[in-house]
């Protein structure tokens, strides 16, 4: 994948900080580009780019953030303007959370059933609302709720003021909100109204358990 331009040491040391976050970059790049090749080409050309550019990156600060900057830029400048918007991911991704949530789906939901709920919604349903957002609340819904950044680091991915990060994101939450209260209703929970800042808590909550 990349060329032999700079030294094996380099080489080595690029791909030990950089791959670990390739399912990451992934995740995001299907999310923003909503095709799967789309996606392998915008993280191989966030890649190559990083690659080229490594000898810019501060050592000791995170890979992660500087990693997705480049993605995101490489998005805006080349896919934005070329990769047609599609309403709904099909493929493996999908699929892989189907399988899980349908073999997992009785017993959770009769032992926790909001638990159940919120598990369920942050699959296919929630992929699908995240997807159907304007592309920069949907960067920014990405960067926050399914990649972790501070509001100072999607700020610095971004480019853009703190200020604006926060109220696109309030945005992005909102719609979420709205695109996703219809199906809380259909799945007989009331409160349709849970605000999508819960669904982020929740999904901390689980995963530093899972720790």
């Not at 080595?12 to 996606?39: I, P, V």
């Not at 303007?81 to 939901?109: F, L, N, Y």
């Not at 369920?120 to 972790?148: E, G, K, N, T, Y």
């Not at 979420?176 to 259909?186: E, N, T």
């Amino acid at each position: 994948m990349f060329d032999d331009s700079k030294s094996d040491l380099t080489r080595d040391e690029f791909e030990g900080l950089a791959m670990r976050h390739l399912d990451a970059l992934y995740a995001a790049g299907l999310r923003l580009t909503k095709n799967e090749r789309d996606a392998e080409d915008l993280v191989q050309d966030a890649l190559l780019r990083a690659y080229r550019f490594f000898d810019r990156f501060e050592r000791g600060t995170n890979i992660k953030a500087w990693l997705f900057k480049i993605l995101t830029n490489t998005f805006i400048n080349r896919y934005r303007r070329s990769v047609k918007e599609r309403s709904i991911v099909d493929g493996p991704e999908q699929e892989t959370v189907q399988a899980q949530v349908v073999s997992r789906q009785a017993s959770d939901q009769a032992a926790d059933p909001e638990r159940w709920f919120f598990d369920r919604l942050l699959s296919d349903d929630v992929l699908r609302a995240v997807d159907a957002l304007p592309i920069d609340f949907r960067m920014v819904v990405i960067l926050a709720d399914l990649q972790d950044f501070s509001y100072r680091e999607i700020a610095d991915i971004l480019d853009v003021p703190v200020g604006t990060v926060m109220s696109r994101l309030y945005r992005g939450r909102r719609l979420l909100q709205k695109a996703l209260a219809q199906y809380a209703i259909d799945s007989g929970f009331s409160d349709a109204s849970a605000s999508v800042e819960d669904l982020a808590e929740h999904r901390r909550r689980r995963a530093k358990s899972a720790t």
